[in-house]
């Protein structure tokens, strides 16, 4: 029998074309949000080289200390915005994000210590805080989960009532206070060093065991990250969305609580820190693997924007550019986070 090759006759399996390979966009995108995680840490590397070389002091354990102390408040309202754009989803428009966090901090201060100047008892005035703030976090929660309002929308709404009721109650005025609890946060330390620089490494303890180690914080990043699939596998995504707004609102009561203790009274302004809370939250995707948001990248943007605030001052440079810097630091992440999903896509 006869076996005709369908080969022609002067071709061999080496003159055959070769498929070329094919670049898949999961690898670019890795390939990419490797390179923006290694340029964040070089700018983090840079920015600290150059205030160590021109900003004298700055590396001193006394000035690095004092650092972790002011960025004490930011942390804690980093970590909340953390936890609210995990169970919502890292898009800028339609994700998750929590706008009244300052105004929170300013709401829940003003009862704070309007509390402690009517005569309450400190744990009482404690109480009411941290119910004000779980208030605040419950509306977010109807209006997003309950009501389906985009959460930049609903959240940007509570925001300016809180902020209206802060101004109703303390009449825009600075009320000064005096209790063990705001002299325990402003003045107690161990091993030298401040309960309000404590009070961040606890709350990054408790953040990392909640989100990255017990059962809801990895149901919480399947829900923010997948929420059609969370679905399908029975995962109440509503409950979880809902409990990060939650969240969100203690950690706004419980940072004024610090806010109020470290200024001994509940000033007006406090709104001033929405700016640094964005930037920190959006920035610390980027010091993360995956550019999936963690605590130890909110960490270490709370930590750089703490040291490029205090490294502004002492090279005498104005406070102003602060926020310029910051809105920059946005316009690049956000940018470059995009590029990466496109990417991936």
Not at 64 to 93: H, K, P, R
Not at 139 to 162: E, K, Q, R
Not at 269 to 285: F, K, N
């Amino acid at each position: 029998m006869t076996v005709v090759s369908t080969r022609s006759a002067g071709a061999s399996p080496a003159s055959e074309p070769l498929e070329e390979p094919v670049e898949r966009p999961a690898a670019r995108a890795g390939g990419t949000a490797l390179l923006i995680r290694v340029a964040a840490y070089l700018a983090f590397a840079v920015v600290m080289l150059y205030f160590a070389l021109f900003a004298r002091g700055f590396l001193n354990p006394t000035n690095v200390i004092n650092v972790v102390e002011q960025s004490a408040v930011l942390g804690l309202l980093a970590y909340g915005m953390t936890v609210v754009v995990i169970g919502g989803g890292s898009n800028v428009v339609s994700g998750g994000i929590d706008l009244s966090l300052a105004a929170n901090v300013g709401l829940s201060g003003a009862v704070f210590a309007v509390a402690l100047k009517a005569g309450y008892p400190a744990t009482d005035a404690v109480l009411l805080t941290f119910l004000t703030g779980l208030a605040i976090g419950a509306v977010n929660a109807l209006a997003v989960v309950g009501l389906g309002i985009l959460p930049l929308l609903a959240t940007l709404a509570v925001m300016n009532v809180c902020a209206g009721a802060e101004l109703v109650l303390t009449e825009n005025v600075v009320i000064t206070v005096d209790s063990p609890v705001t002299s325990f946060f402003s003045s107690a330390s161990f091993l030298g060093v401040s309960a309000l620089a404590w009070s961040l490494v606890v709350a990054t303890l408790l953040f990392a065991v909640l989100l990255q180690l017990s059962r809801w914080g990895l149901r919480l990043h399947a829900v923010g990250a997948y929420p059609d699939a969370a679905r399908a596998a029975g995962l109440p995504v509503a409950r979880y969305v809902v409990s990060s707004y939650l969240i969100s609102g203690i950690c706004g009561s419980a940072a004024a609580i610090l806010y109020v203790s470290r200024l001994s009274s509940s000033t007006p302004g406090a709104g001033d820190m929405l700016l640094s809370i964005i930037v920190t939250a959006l920035m610390g995707v980027v010091f993360s693997r995956r550019l999936v948001p963690s605590v130890g990248g909110t960490l270490l943007s709370v930590l750089f924007i703490g040291f490029l605030i205090n490294g502004f001052q002492l090279v005498n440079v104005s406070s102003y550019w602060v926020n310029g810097v910051q809105g920059v630091l946005i316009l690049l992440v956000v940018s470059m986070t995009s590029l990466t999903r496109r990417e991936a896509h």
